[in-house]
């Protein structure tokens, strides 16, 4: 059975994760208390045997021992907030619990922190998202359903944009934890098809690097556009997985 657990006693349930768990930077993220989360974990004699670390936005993460019973009980906590995608171990082959459908999520990573480039892009602007920029970003919702509020993103996360003519066209963010930062971003449908969110994937790991954070980016299978910017901005497949998703 699963049992609420106060930010106190996140910090022992890292060891649930291994190193290749998809989107440790998020799982980190929130066990370190940088993004909202509620989370829930199951104990036998000798500690924390599973858990459940549901974020605001639809990341909602699963380890440990994984039984049809959890994802049931998992289904009844996560029902009333979709959509969810719940992601579980990278070799977990996941079985969707009632509701909930299966799809196929690829990761990819740079473990070398040096030798990455900038992508420069003639034309634009481009600014550090501060707290004014904040309130003109086109992902602001996604951003905040992360982040929970633009001072929380603007203390634990990090994001850049392409400014033309006053007018926010291009941004990439970046969500912290364990070291690692995972990419994240939006181009205005106006100005996409030039290369300007492989601009911003470039500019979010430049930065992440010089302070010592491994990039991470991770999308659907089925996403070429997000695929081809991982292969153009150096970073390598680590492995697909499956996830269950829950729509509105």
């Known amino acids: 059975m699963l049992t609420a657990l106060s930010p106190d006693r996140y910090a022992a349930l890292t060891s649930l994760f291994g190193p290749s768990y998809p989107n440790l930077a998020f799982v980190h993220a929130a066990l370190e208390e940088k993004i909202p989360a509620r989370v829930w974990a199951q104990y036998e004699d000798d500690g924390a045997s599973a858990c459940l670390i549901a974020t605001q936005s639809p990341f909602c993460f699963v380890a440990g021992a994984i039984t049809s019973a959890l994802l049931k009980e998992i289904c009844v906590l996560l029902q009333d907030r979709p959509p969810v995608t719940l992601i579980g171990p990278a070799d977990h082959k996941m079985v969707p619990p009632d509701g909930f459908q299966k799809a196929e999520r690829v990761q990819f990573s740079r473990a070398e922190l040096d030798g990455i480039s900038r992508v420069p892009a003639a034309g634009f602007d481009l600014l550090r998202v501060d707290a004014r920029l904040f309130e ?89 556009a997000s695929i081809a910017v991982a292969h153009r901005i150096g970073l390598t497949m680590d492995f697909r997985h499956e996830v269950a998703v829950l729509s509105r």
């Open 136 to 224: 003109q970003l086109n992902w602001r919702d996604m951003v905040l359903s992360i982040f929970g509020s633009a001072a929380n993103y603007l203390r634990n996360g990090y994001g850049f944009c392409l400014v033309r003519d006053g007018q926010l066209v291009a941004e990439g963010h970046g969500v912290v934890g364990g070291g690692l930062v995972e990419l994240g971003g939006f181009t205005h449908p106006k100005y996409r098809h030039r290369n300007l969110y492989t601009t911003m994937s470039a500019e979010v790991i430049a930065y992440g690097a010089e302070h010592g954070l491994r990039p991470v980016l991770s999308c659907l299978a089925e996403n070429e």
